[in-house]
């Protein structure tokens, strides 16, 4: 590990370093609101590919944008003075997508499918049951959105 990384160690509590530097497979980390998760996994990533791991090799998601961001903007300030590259850091959807257009042409996708937004899934549904003959009165649009998501 280079002395940059060493050093931000020590600034780590004991259970935040242990899991930072836990073997080199997947790790879960429970922990409360406000406990240093975040800067956990960023430190666990700098971790990992100070000591070879490739940024090819490493995904890191997380459920928003704004988590998605303050991850990745945390890894490039621990990454960037010792010279390495950050790993691809997204949402679950935007890594999702980003696998699909690269490798769903073996699932048959074209690699410039279009993603519904919620109006589009509305509108689909609404001319689907025009088209079906299904009255709005018995099962509304929305309603079928919703069964069906």
């Not at 699932?107 to 919620?118: R, W």
Request: proline share 5%; glycine share 6%.
């Amino acid at each position: 590990m280079s002395a940059d990384l060493e050093h931000l160690l020590d600034d780590l509590n004991p259970a935040q370093r242990e899991a930072v530097t836990a073997g080199d497979g997947p790790l879960l980390v429970l922990a409360g609101a406000g406990s240093g998760k975040t800067r956990v996994i960023a430190y666990r990533i700098a971790w990992l590919l100070q000591r070879g791991l490739s940024p090819r090799n490493l995904l890191a998601v997380t459920f928003t944008n704004k988590a998605s961001k303050e991850m990745a903007r945390r890894v490039d300030e621990l990454l960037s003075p010792a010279g390495l590259r950050s790993p691809f850091i997204a949402t679950f959807h935007s890594a999702c997508v980003r696998i699909l257009r690269s490798h769903g042409s073996h699932l048959g996708l074209p690699s410039h499918f279009t993603i519904y937004d919620e109006d589009d899934r509305l509108a689909l549904v609404k001319e689907c049951m025009k088209d079906g003959e299904l009255a709005e009165r018995t099962f509304t649009p929305s309603a079928a959105v919703h069964r069906i998501s």
